[in-house]
C-alpha cells in the first residue's frame, strides 16, 4: 500500500471543516434570505444533523470494509503458522525423548502461533488505518445494479460540482476587472471589442489552461496550494461577517420583525438542494480519516466539524440577511461586497472564489478521474494489463493514458463556458446527486455492510448461532407453554 503520510487530529479537523465549507457556502445565503430566517434555521439544523449521522455511516463502512478484506485474507493465509515452523522446527516431530509435560520454546512459540491464530478466526478486526475509495466499497457491497448506479450517482454529482467550480471563478474575475453597471444588467461592454460575456468564456479558458493541468497529477502536490486556501476561505469568511454587522450598527440593515415575518415556502426545494450541496465530504471521507494519527478521535473531529461548519453558516447567512433584503443577496454572496467603501476589502473578497475555488477544483477532478478509471477498469479488466504490456509514447500514448483526466476535466469547462446560472447548477446537482451521494449511498452501504457482517460470523460460528436460536425458540416455547396451559385450565 502507498504511504499516505500522516497528520494530527487538529489537522484532520482543519481539513474535514475546510472541505465541507469549500462546496458551495457562498450560495448559502442566498438561498437562506430567500427563503426565510424560521425556515432557513431549521432546515440548515435538521440538513446539517442528517448529514453528520450519514458521515458516521461512511466510518462505519470503512472500518467495516476493512475488517471483511482482513477476515478474507485471514482466510487465505490460515495455514501460514504452521507453514512457517515446518521448514526449520521438522525436528521437533521426530525427537521423542522429549518429555510431554515440559514445554521448550518451540513448543511455547508454536501455542501462540495457534492460539493468535484461534482468536483472529473468532473476530473481525476493524481498523480505519488502510484507505478505502468509496468506488472499492461499493464494489464489495453491492450488486452490479447498485455498482451500476452508485458510479451514475458520484459522476453526477462530481461533474456538476466541477462545473460550478468552473462558473464561479471566472464570474468572480470578470466582476472585479469589469463591474456590472447596474443590478439587472445581463450582457454590458467592458472593453472596445469586448463584452461582458466574451469575457468570461475568455477566463473559462483560461481556467482551464492554468488548473487543467492538476488534474493528470496526485492530490500530494497540491498540498501548499490547500493549506494556504485554508487561511484564505477563513479570513474571507470572518470578513463577510464583519463587514455585514458594521453595516448594520449604521443602520443600513433590517428590522427584526421585517427579517422574521418574511418567508417563503415555495423556495424550500432550492434551499434543500444548496444545503445539501454545502454539507458534502462524505465522498472524501476515506481519505481524510486514514492519516489521522489517533484514530479514537476520529468521532469527536467529525462531530466538531459539523457543529462549527453549521455555527458558521448560520452566522453568515444570519448577517447577510439583517444586512440585506432577500432581492439585494447575490447568488454568490462576495459579490455584495465588491462596491464597499474599503476597496481593499472589496477586492480580497471578490478574489475569495478564485483562490479557494481554484484549489478545490483540482482535488474534486482527480477524485472524478480516479472514479472514471475504477469504473473502466471493472467494464474492462484487459485495459490496465495491455497498457501495461505495451506501454506507448508520443501524442497517442498521452492521450491514451490520461483520457480518464480529459474525460472529467473537458465537460464541465464545457458547461462552465455556456452558462454562468450557478444556482441552477447547485439546486439541480445537489438536490439529485448530492442527496445519492450524502444520504442514499451511506445509508446503503452500512445497511449491506452489516448485513455481510452479520452472514459472515454466523459462518464464523455456526455452533454459536445454533445455541442461540435454540435459545430463541426456547424462550419462546417457554413463554408459549404457562399461556397454552392457562388456555386449557
Same mark, same amino acid.
Given at each position: 500500500?502507498?504511504?499516505?503520510?500522516?497528520?494530527?487530529?487538529?489537522?484532520?479537523?482543519?481539513?474535514?471543516? #475546510?472541505?465541507?465549507?469549500?462546496?458551495?457556502?457562498? %450560495?448559502?445565503?442566498?438561498?437562506?434570505?430567500?427563503?426565510?430566517?424560521?425556515?432557513?434555521?431549521?432546515?440548515?439544523?435538521?440538513?446539517?444533523?442528517?448529514?453528520?449521522?450519514?458521515?458516521?455511516?461512511?466510518?462505519? =463502512?470503512?472500518?467495516?470494509?476493512?475488517?471483511?478484506?482482513?477476515?478474507?485474507?485471514?482466510?487465505?493465509?490460515?495455514?501460514?503458522?504452521?507453514?512457517?515452523?515446518?521448514?526449520?522446527?521438522?525436528?521437533?516431530?521426530?525427537? &521423542?525423548?522429549?518429555?510431554?509435560?515440559?514445554?521448550?520454546?518451540?513448543?511455547?512459540?508454536?501455542?501462540?502461533?495457534?492460539?493468535?491464530?484461534?482468536?483472529?478466526?473468532?473476530?473481525?478486526?476493524?481498523?480505519?488505518?488502510?484507505?478505502? &475509495?468509496?468506488?472499492?466499497?461499493?464494489?464489495?457491497?453491492?450488486?452490479? +445494479?447498485?455498482?451500476?448506479?452508485?458510479?451514475?450517482?458520484?459522476?453526477?454529482?462530481?461533474?456538476?460540482?466541477?462545473?460550478?467550480?468552473? =462558473?464561479?471563478?471566472?464570474?468572480?474575475?470578470?466582476?472585479?476587472?469589469?463591474?456590472?453597471?447596474?443590478?439587472?444588467?445581463? /450582457?454590458?461592454?467592458?472593453?472596445?471589442?469586448?463584452?461582458?460575456? #466574451?469575457?468570461?468564456?475568455?477566463?473559462?479558458?483560461?481556467?482551464?489552461?492554468?488548473?487543467?493541468?492538476?488534474?493528470?497529477?496526485?492530490?500530494?502536490?497540491?498540498?501548499?496550494?490547500?493549506?494556504?486556501?485554508?487561511?484564505?476561505?477563513?479570513?474571507?469568511?470572518?470578513?463577510?461577517?464583519?463587514?455585514?454587522?458594521?453595516?448594520?450598527?449604521?443602520?443600513?440593515?433590517?428590522?427584526?420583525?421585517?427579517?422574521?415575518?418574511?418567508?417563503?415556502?415555495?423556495?424550500?426545494?432550492?434551499?434543500?438542494?444548496?444545503?445539501?450541496?454545502?454539507?458534502?465530504?462524505?465522498?472524501?471521507?476515506?481519505?481524510?480519516?486514514?492519516?489521522?494519527?489517533?484514530?479514537?478521535? =476520529?468521532?469527536?473531529?467529525?462531530?466538531?466539524?459539523?457543529?462549527? /461548519?453549521?455555527?458558521?453558516?448560520?452566522?453568515?447567512?444570519?448577517?447577510?440577511?439583517?444586512?440585506?433584503?432577500?432581492?439585494?443577496?447575490?447568488?454568490?454572496?462576495?459579490?455584495?461586497?465588491?462596491?464597499?467603501?474599503?476597496?481593499?476589502?472589496?477586492?480580497?473578497?471578490?478574489?475569495?472564489?478564485?483562490?479557494?475555488?481554484?484549489?478545490?477544483?483540482?482535488?474534486?477532478?482527480?477524485?472524478?478521474? &480516479?472514479?472514471?478509471?475504477?469504473?473502466?477498469?471493472?467494464? #474492462?479488466?484487459?485495459? +490496465?494489463?495491455?497498457?501495461?504490456? %505495451?506501454?506507448?509514447?508520443?501524442?497517442?500514448?498521452?492521450?491514451?493514458?490520461?483520457?480518464?483526466?480529459?474525460?472529467?476535466?473537458?465537460?464541465?469547462?464545457?458547461?462552465?463556458?455556456?452558462?454562468?446560472?450557478?444556482?441552477?447548477?447547485?439546486?439541480?446537482?445537489?438536490?439529485?446527486?448530492?442527496?445519492?451521494?450524502?444520504?442514499?449511498?451511506?445509508?446503503?452501504?452500512?445497511?449491506?455492510?452489516?448485513?455481510?457482517?452479520?452472514?459472515?460470523?454466523?459462518?464464523?460460528?455456526?455452533?454459536?448461532?445454533? =445455541?442461540?436460536?435454540?435459545?430463541?425458540?426456547?424462550?419462546?416455547?417457554?413463554?408459549?407453554?404457562?399461556?397454552?396451559?392457562?388456555?386449557?385450565?
Amino acid at each position: 500500500m502507498a504511504d499516505i503520510g500522516s497528520y494530527s487530529p487538529l489537522t484532520g479537523f482543519v481539513f474535514i471543516f #475546510n472541505l465541507i465549507v469549500g462546496a458551495g457556502a457562498l %450560495t448559502i445565503p442566498h438561498a437562506f434570505a430567500n427563503v426565510g430566517l424560521i425556515y432557513g434555521a431549521i432546515l440548515l439544523s435538521v440538513l446539517a444533523f442528517v448529514s453528520y449521522v450519514t458521515a458516521t455511516f461512511m466510518i462505519e =463502512v470503512i472500518a467495516g470494509v476493512n475488517a471483511l478484506i482482513r477476515q478474507d485474507d485471514g482466510n487465505v493465509d490460515e495455514k501460514q503458522p504452521l507453514d512457517e515452523l515446518s521448514d526449520s522446527d521438522d525436528h521437533i516431530a521426530d525427537t &521423542e525423548f522429549v518429555p510431554l509435560m515440559v514445554a521448550n520454546e518451540k513448543q511455547d512459540a508454536l501455542k501462540r502461533l495457534l492460539r493468535t491464530k484461534t482468536k483472529s478466526d473468532q473476530m473481525f478486526h476493524f481498523d480505519l488505518s488502510k484507505k478505502m &475509495e468509496l468506488a472499492e466499497m461499493a464494489k464489495l457491497l453491492f450488486n452490479h +445494479q447498485g455498482v451500476v448506479a452508485f458510479y451514475a450517482c458520484i459522476t453526477v454529482y462530481l461533474y456538476g460540482d466541477l462545473a460550478i467550480y468552473a =462558473v464561479a471563478v471566472p464570474k468572480s474575475l470578470r466582476e472585479i476587472i469589469c463591474p456590472r453597471p447596474t443590478a439587472d444588467a445581463i /450582457v454590458w461592454q467592458c472593453f472596445d471589442n469586448l463584452n461582458s460575456s #466574451n469575457l468570461y468564456r475568455l477566463f473559462v479558458v483560461l481556467f482551464g489552461l492554468l488548473v487543467g493541468p492538476f488534474t493528470f497529477g496526485h492530490v500530494y502536490k497540491t498540498r501548499i496550494l490547500q493549506l494556504v486556501s485554508t487561511l484564505i476561505r477563513q479570513a474571507s469568511f470572518g470578513l463577510m461577517i464583519v463587514l455585514a454587522i458594521i453595516g448594520i450598527t449604521h443602520g443600513h440593515g433590517r428590522s427584526i420583525a421585517d427579517v422574521v415575518s418574511y418567508e417563503k415556502p415555495a423556495s424550500i426545494a432550492t434551499f434543500f438542494g444548496v444545503c445539501i450541496y454545502s454539507f458534502m465530504c462524505h465522498h472524501s471521507i476515506p481519505g481524510l480519516v486514514a492519516p489521522i494519527t489517533d484514530k479514537s478521535k =476520529v468521532a469527536i473531529i467529525l462531530a466538531s466539524a459539523f457543529v462549527a /461548519v453549521c455555527s458558521v453558516y448560520f452566522v453568515l447567512c444570519a448577517s447577510a440577511i439583517f444586512r440585506f433584503r432577500p432581492e439585494d443577496v447575490e447568488d454568490v454572496y462576495t459579490l455584495n461586497f465588491k462596491d464597499y467603501s474599503v476597496k481593499a476589502f472589496g477586492y480580497f473578497l471578490g478574489l475569495f472564489p478564485v483562490f479557494t475555488l481554484s484549489a478545490s477544483f483540482p482535488l474534486i477532478c482527480i477524485t472524478l478521474r &480516479e472514479n472514471i478509471h475504477h469504473l473502466a477498469s471493472s467494464l #474492462n479488466e484487459s485495459v +490496465q494489463l495491455s497498457d501495461a504490456i %505495451t506501454p506507448l509514447s508520443g501524442l497517442y500514448g498521452f492521450l491514451k493514458s490520461h483520457t480518464c483526466a480529459l474525460v472529467a476535466l473537458l465537460p464541465p469547462l464545457v458547461v462552465a463556458f455556456f452558462t454562468e446560472d450557478v444556482s441552477m447548477l447547485v439546486g439541480f446537482t445537489g438536490a439529485y446527486a448530492g442527496l445519492g451521494i450524502q444520504w442514499i449511498v451511506p445509508t446503503f452501504l452500512v445497511f449491506c455492510l452489516r448485513r455481510r457482517l452479520e452472514a459472515e460470523w454466523k459462518q464464523m460460528h455456526p455452533m454459536e448461532a445454533a =445455541v442461540t436460536q435454540a435459545m430463541c425458540l426456547g424462550v419462546a416455547s417457554g413463554d408459549l407453554q404457562p399461556i397454552s396451559n392457562f388456555g386449557l385450565n
